[in-house]
């Protein structure tokens, strides 16, 4: 299920609200997330940076936003960090895997030369290594390294509603990375979805295209029944 760029999706049945600002081209999915610590996960290539911002002024007040946090460190997911932190003022922090950092903090992006662009440097806040707990709107997430489809990779659970903000570690139906850019590893990727698998997700917000707001942790066996068949 494919939906037009930008279309907002708002769950009232959450304990907080979330809403997913669909990816066009190559941005991924920017999801906001309203409550006591108002949160953007993944902010695009920065390319419709207009679109981005007269979406987001229409949800919630930008100058209330507290942190950016970034699900790893290719271009179509971190390229509109500083415009988004320009936009928004100077309280927001960014937070991101350590290895992810490196990359957006010395603006070194292999994707973003593919395309012709360039990613501008930008402080990271905070670096996670995996394991630790951060508030997004009004629930307490785990962050979990993921790594394979970059060595930067990152999803966050939130136990409390059962939801996974998962990057581009796996899709709906069955999908999941690539793993053929620098730093990628198909065995690694596998390893980080079966590890996915074991949790109780019931809805999957992925870095690109569809969301799942039932029994994702089925699309999440797909998945990993999907990659290990291609080893």
């Known amino acids: 299920m494919f939906r037009q760029p930008y279309e907002e999706i708002r769950h009232p049945f959450f304990p907080m609200n979330i809403h997913c600002l669909y990816g066009r081209q190559y941005d991924s999915n920017i999801y906001l997330i309203e409550g006591e610590n108002p949160t953007i996960i993944d902010t695009g290539t920065g390319q419709f940076h207009s679109s981005v911002l007269k979406q987001l002024a229409t949800i919630m007040d930008p100058s209330i936003i507290q942190q950016i946090v970034i699900t790893h460190e290719h271009f179509d997911h971190c390229g509109g960090i500083s415009r988004l932190k320009e936009a ?104 980080s979805i079966r590890t996915l698998s074991t949790y109780d997700v019931q809805k999957l917000y992925p870095g690109h295209e569809s969301i799942i707001e039932g029994d994702a942790n089925n699309h999440i066996k797909m998945s990993l029944t999907n990659i290990q068949q291609m080893v």
Not at 159 to 177: E, I, M, N
Request: net charge negative; charged share 15%; aromatic share 12%.
């Open 88 to 191: 928004i003022g100077p309280q927001v922090q960014v937070f991101t895997h350590r290895f992810a950092a490196q990359k957006i903090e010395s603006g070194e992006s292999d994707f973003a030369l593919m395309l012709g662009c360039t990613l501008t440097k930008t402080a990271v806040d905070t670096k996670f290594i995996g394991g630790e707990k951060i508030i997004i709107g009004n629930e307490e997430y785990s962050v979990m390294y993921t790594p394979g489809h970059s060595p930067g990779s990152i999803c966050l659970y939130g136990p409390k509603s059962k939801t996974l903000f998962s990057g581009d570690t796996v899709f709906a139906y069955g999908s999941f990375g690539r793993t053929d850019f620098p730093g990628g590893s198909t065995q690694q990727l596998i390893e």
